[in-house]
């Protein structure tokens, strides 16, 4: 009894991974890029396994209408659907690959590669992914107002301007390489003259010089870089502009201490070289 129950789940789970193999095409992969910019080209990738079958057929659709074919028993083997509005290369497209010159705003979209075999099994495997046309910046952003020099406690107010796009770029502030989370004021610029949906981004920095922006503890002077990037889809364009930090207040600021001093209200610097040169005097009357 027990030796025939064995028996029959043995032939049940052979049974099973037999069945689990009949459909034997395999879509490996799908590579189409999340972002392109207008006008370049792209080539949109579909990998399979036949697992031994006879391709059918590959066929690409965008938002569902076919623009692309390859049937190797076909004459031709590929052909293109001139009235989708999508620009393909037939030279280099065929059985894995599709490729798109020229891309148009409006070729913006839901892509999928479908491939079948031939009979008896007629499998079909499909998969979409979605592909965005942009207008990358075509110049890299500019950063206004940023002085050579600074010293400890000055104020640095700095805008940073992307290059036009479609849509805005993503703006992001970095100071000696670190990126600042947050800043004060971002605005879209808008000009009438530019073609629907192209802005360049300002946003502006503000933050005050401490002893943290130096990079080198010991010195008395150390260089600040501060970078700004703008990045949209693939494209990522910077700028950077270099200041120099010094630790010693500016004569503006030993005017505002002398100030504050003369209120009696906190010793610094300026006292300090007092009270060294009183030192100075009195060690040369002993000596
Ligand atoms: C797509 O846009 C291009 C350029 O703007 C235009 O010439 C073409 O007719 C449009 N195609 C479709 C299908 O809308
Ligand atoms: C289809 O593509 C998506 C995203 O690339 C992936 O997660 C999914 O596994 C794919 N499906 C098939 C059936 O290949
Ligand atoms: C693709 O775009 C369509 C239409 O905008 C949207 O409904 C869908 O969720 C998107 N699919 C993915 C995987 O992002
Ligand atoms: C940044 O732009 C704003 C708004 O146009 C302006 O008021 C400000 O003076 C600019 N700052 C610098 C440092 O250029
Ligand atoms: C901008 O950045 C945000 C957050 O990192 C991201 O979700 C968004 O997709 C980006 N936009 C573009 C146009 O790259």
Avoid at 181 to 194: H, L, P
Avoid at 211 to 236: D, P
Wanted: hydrophobic share 35%.
């Amino acid at each position: 009894m027990k030796q025939w129950q064995l028996c029959l789940e043995l032939i049940c789970v052979l049974l099973t991974l037999l069945l689990a193999r009949v459909p034997g095409l395999k879509l490996i992969s799908l590579k189409i890029p999340s972002a392109t910019n207008v006008l370049s080209t792209v080539t949109l990738k579909c990998e399979y396994d036949l697992e031994g079958r006879k391709l059918y057929s590959v066929k690409w659709y965008k938002d569902g209408s076919e623009f692309f074919r390859y049937m190797p028993d076909y004459e031709p083997e590929i052909r293109a659907v001139k009235s989708s509005g999508i620009n393909v290369d037939l030279k280099q497209s065929g059985m894995n690959m599709v490729t798109i010159t020229d891309l148009q705003f409006n070729n913006s979209g839901n892509y999928k590669c479908e491939v079948s075999t031939e009979a008896p099994n007629f499998d079909t495997v499909a998969n979409s992914s979605n592909m965005t046309v942009m207008s990358y910046p075509d110049e890299d952003p500019t950063i206004d107002g940023v002085l050579p020099t600074y010293s400890i406690g000055d104020h640095v107010s700095a805008n940073c301007t992307s290059g036009k796009s479609k849509p805005v770029a993503n703006m992001t502030w970095y100071i000696n390489g670190v990126e600042v989370d947050s800043w004060q004021e971002y605005r879209q610029s808008v000009d009438e003259a530019d073609p629907p949906g192209f802005h360049s981004m300002t946003v502006g920095l503000h933050f005050q010089v401490h002893s943290s922006h130096f990079t080198n503890k010991e010195e008395r002077s150390s260089r600040i870089e501060i970078r700004c990037t703008s990045t949209l889809g693939e494209s990522i364009r910077h700028k950077s502009v270099y200041s120099t930090l010094f630790r010693t207040l500016t004569s503006g600021k030993l005017a505002q201490e002398r100030h504050v001093n003369s209120a009696g209200k906190s010793v610094s610097t300026s006292s300090s070289i007092v009270v060294l040169i009183v030192t100075l005097i009195n060690v040369a009357y002993s000596s």
